[in-house]
């Protein structure tokens, strides 16, 4: 089996912490050209770093790491602290990661990368705000050929918002962008809430997770042991939702998600369901689907996975 290229688009968070982890853990399946930051959790100096100490952590020093665009298309930055900490992944040793920041700048990488790729041959995993994808098929149409598909963590329909009544953290920060991205012709897999407040860490599954000897394991249950209390406190369950790892193991174990091909439009121009996903679950539009709406997971299963395979590095 050859390993299947993708780009990492992300804004770490613990959850896209998480996620970075469990991607570096799977070198067989994936192989991973590039990973882009994005200003969204916090802002961007912070999201590039805490993209390479993750690399670092999990022994990655071959990935190569670009910092992409401090704000979104039209709008101002939201960021939240309030989840994350002031660090983003508050909970983990945070240092200076010896890993170096490439000096080109995020947008130009994902040009340049996908320019010189057959086409349809990159799969792109966005799990931040979508400003940086977008500004790259804006800058460089021609690249959208070349993408495979695009399995990003994003949205909300049955669930409603988590950032305002309607939206979800990712589409709010930057709803232009994301208009460009699900508008734009390929394949979208797409992790909204509905399916992402299924993948709770529950006491049990962190104990598991604790459980690692290792140093991954040890900052990963750190990480996720700050990270839950506010959902748990906000929503009331137990164990908060694992956003961003879902997008990982959708392309490790894509049996552990069920799925609906339905067309999903962004709004944009209400100010009081701006960054809504209007999820056409019925098919009541007309419109073609451009999007595989994932509505639920085999949590289980899932966590198994990440438990797994965290324990490898
Ligand atoms: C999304 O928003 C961020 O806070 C998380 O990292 C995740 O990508 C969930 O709404
Ligand atoms: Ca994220």
Not at 152 to 173: C, D, H, K, Q, Y
Request: with cysteine; aromatic share 6%; charged share 20%.
């Amino acid at each position: 089996m050859t390993a299947k290229p993708i780009i990492i688009d992300c804004d770490p968070g613990q959850d896209d912490a998480i996620m970075l982890l469990l991607a570096a853990a799977a070198p067989a399946e994936l192989d991973i050209l590039g990973i882009t930051a994005v200003a969204g959790n916090v802002p961007l100096a912070l999201t590039e770093r805490n993209a390479r100490l993750m690399c670092e952590l999990a022994g990655r020093t071959d990935i190569p790491i670009f910092a992409g665009c401090s704000r979104p298309m039209v709008r101002d930055l939201i960021t939240a602290e309030e989840v994350h900490g002031r660090t983003g992944i508050d909970g983990y040793d945070i240092h200076e990661p010896a890993i170096p920041l490439q000096e080109k700048h995020a947008v130009d990488f994902l040009v340049d990368c996908l320019m010189s790729s057959e086409d349809q041959a990159v799969t792109l995993v966005p799990t931040g705000p979508l400003t940086n994808v977008a500004m790259a098929i804006v800058k460089e149409p021609r690249i959208v050929p070349k993408i495979n598909e695009i399995v990003l963590m994003g949205g909300a329909f049955r669930e409603g918002g988590n950032s305002t009544p309607s939206a979800e953290f990712n589409i709010l920060v930057d709803p232009h962008a994301a208009h460009v991205v699900f508008a734009c012709g390929r394949p979208i897999v797409a992790m909204g809430l509905d399916v992402t407040h299924k993948a709770l860490t529950t006491k049990q599954r962190l104990a598991a997770i604790g459980e690692i000897d290792t140093r991954v394991g040890r900052a990963a249950h750190a990480m996720l042991e700050f990270y839950d209390r506010h959902d748990i406190e906000k929503y009331g369950t137990d164990g908060g939702p694992l956003h961003d790892p879902c997008t990982i193991a959708y392309l490790l174990e894509p049996g552990l998600f069920k799925t609906k091909h339905v067309h999903v439009g962004i709004e944009i121009n209400s100010e009081q369901t701006m960054g809504e996903t209007t999820v056409d679950y019925w098919g009541v539009t007309k419109h073609a689907p451009n999007t595989h709406w994932v509505h639920d997971i085999d949590a289980e299963g899932f966590y198994r996975l990440l438990t797994e395979r965290l324990a490898r590095l």
